[in-house]
């Protein structure tokens, strides 16, 4: 007899629920930053700045110990999120970057072309993102649906991290009125899954401006809504695989065929070197506020950290997967071979003489320092960035390349 197994979940909304990202001085604008902010310390910092109708006010207390000021971030008279600068201890590696929380209200607004706002107007562009919770909330009851496979230890595997789980965490808030709102936990610190029910939720901590969401994406407001939310960390967008590369060819084997070989003691193991290739996914802070996104991380990512199985094989891997979630995903969110840091280095490299030798030009209208920034740029493939300093230095010169303008849509 094969196993009951419930209806996948079809009907849900999908949002962004937190999210944190990390700032530095966009190193492509010319122009010198409104506010030095690398200088603002808590002895230093100033009541507030205005610019471009972005005000920054300090706030009178900084709930992050791992920073001495905050400044919560006006926009349209509402606030927007909070920065928070002057570190309480000194990291070498991001001791100039600049740490962003949104608001949890203008996650379930249209928040991007805000924070494009906020980032053009103090001269700021996005370093990385640090954490992110990603919610789908629907009227269908996840929690009976989870513990539906959970209770059936002997039918079903519990899979997270790859591997089998045989308990979770539970969280319980209890009220003096004597409800109490519970919820559920699976995964680690970089990457977790929360099941609860949401509407319990909205009501006791008055978060209402999320049923307005709910109501106006489609869900039944007067019935109970559930959600299943996935938060990550920085780490969880990454991950690194231990491979064998061959020295001359590059051919890449894994552990497994490694080993395999070795085993039966062939003599070209010795032509392959460890080597840790390094991957991320490939998304960008526009693709957090496009739900179509936001499915497409949650299905790559969700299976990762909770996953049933049916027990139809002696090995997990090869056991059924339980269709938890049906996802409405178009987009292609996938880990991509991280861009080699020598690359980088390189790139910034040659962007600088690039500008250096248009700078001179328009120092000594010399035309041989044009000639070499563009010869330059031609090589290094940077041709679009030449253009663009053409028109920033204020060049009179056909440009090289089309430059290509993104229209956002919600």
């Not at 060819?249 to 080597?275: A, F, I, M, W």
Request: hydrophobic share 35%; glycine share 2%; aromatic share 10%.
């Amino acid at each position: 007899m094969s196993p009951i197994t419930k209806a996948p979940i079809l009907n849900y909304v999908l949002c962004l629920d937190r999210l944190e990202i990390m700032l530095k001085p966009a190193h492509e604008v010319f122009a010198p930053m409104p506010v030095n902010f690398n200088a603002i310390s808590r002895l230093t910092a100033l009541p507030s700045y205005n610019v471009n109708g972005v005000a920054l006010e300090i706030a009178s207390k900084c709930e992050n110990s791992n920073y001495h000021v905050a400044y919560n971030i006006i926009i349209d008279k509402q606030r927007f999120g909070t920065l928070l600068l002057d570190r309480t201890k000194f990291y070498h590696c991001d001791n100039n970057l600049f740490k962003l929380q949104l608001t949890n209200h203008t996650c379930y607004t249209a928040w991007l072309p805000k924070l494009h706002l906020f980032l053009t107007s103090f001269h700021l562009e996005v370093n990385n993102i640090t954490a992110l919770e990603i919610s789908m909330d629907t009227n269908t009851d996840i929690l009976s649906d989870f513990f539906h496979y959970f209770n059936q230890p002997d039918v079903f595997h519990l899979v997270s991290g790859l591997k089998p789980a045989s308990n979770i965490e539970r969280y319980g808030e209890l009220y003096r009125d004597g409800s109490t709102v519970d919820t559920f936990y699976l995964g680690k610190t970089s990457k977790k899954v929360k099941i609860y029910n949401k509407s319990l939720d909205i009501v006791k901590k008055g978060k209402h401006y999320i049923t307005d969401y709910h109501k106006a994406n489609g869900l039944d407001i007067d019935s109970q809504i559930f959600r299943l939310e996935l938060a990550l960390t920085n780490n969880a967008l990454k991950r690194s695989t231990t491979v064998y590369k061959h020295k001359y060819n590059g051919e890449e084997l894994s552990v497994y065929q490694y080993e395999k070989l070795s085993n039966k003691g062939e003599p070209k193991t010795s032509q392959y070197n460890k080597h840790t290739r390094k991957t991320s996914i490939n998304i960008t802070i526009d693709d957090l506020a496009d739900s179509n996104k936001l499915s497409g991380l949650l299905e790559l990512l969700m299976p990762t950290v909770l996953q049933f199985k049916i027990m139809d094989n002696k090995r997990i891997s090869r056991c059924t997967d339980v269709q938890f979630v049906k996802f409405k995903t178009l987009s292609n969110i996938q880990y991509i071979h991280t861009t080699d840091k020598t690359k980088n280095r390189d790139t910034n490299m040659n962007k600088n003489a690039i500008h250096q030798n248009l700078k001179c030009f328009v120092k000594t209208k010399a035309p041989e320092m044009q000639k070499a920034a563009l010869r330059l740029a031609t090589d290094a493939n940077l041709v679009e960035y030449y253009d663009q300093l053409l028109k920033q230095l204020h060049i009179e010169s056909k440009p090289v390349a089309p430059i290509f303008k993104h229209s956002l849509s919600f």
